[in-house]
């Protein structure tokens, strides 16, 4: 199993950018893909955005696709999200995680390790 820490998480303005990182330790970060999500209070957990293990392949929601880009690098054991204009909607905490098959789902129940989050806030 990976062990996973968010950051980057903070209180931005409408438009405004963030870079979230997630660092893995434990076993082989490239034998992983990575998911990021994300959960706003009373709502449901969501699915932002997926990477393949070497990074060729990624996934997007519809409600960050053009906004938000992941992206990853396994030299450092880390994987990253941008997110650009940014809007009072996305306001939630983010968490990263693993998927150890390497698929690139947004599934979450597919990804077996967790992060414990990191909290993004957008004023309006």
């Known amino acids: 199993q990976v062990q996973l820490v968010e950051s980057g998480g903070g209180l931005v303005q409408a438009g405004g950018s963030l870079r979230l990182s997630c660092a893995a330790s434990?076993?082989?970060?490239?034998?992983?893909?990575m998911g990021w999500f994300r959960q706003a209070p009373g709502k449901e957990r969501e699915f932002v955005s997926a990477?393949?293990?070497?990074?060729?392949?990624?996934r997007y929601a519809d409600s960050v696709k053009g906004r938000f880009t992941i992206s990853r690098d396994n030299a450092k054991n880390t994987v990253y999200l941008q997110m650009n204009s940014l809007k009072p909607e996305d306001t939630a905490v983010y968490y990263c995680a693993a998927a150890s098959r390497g698929l690139v789902t947004s599934s979450a129940p597919d990804f077996g390790s967790w992060g414990q989050g990191t909290q993004v806030t957008v004023s309006s």
């Open positions: 990477i393949s293990q070497l990074g060729g392949t990624t």
């Open positions: 434990g076993r082989v970060f490239s034998t992983y893909s």
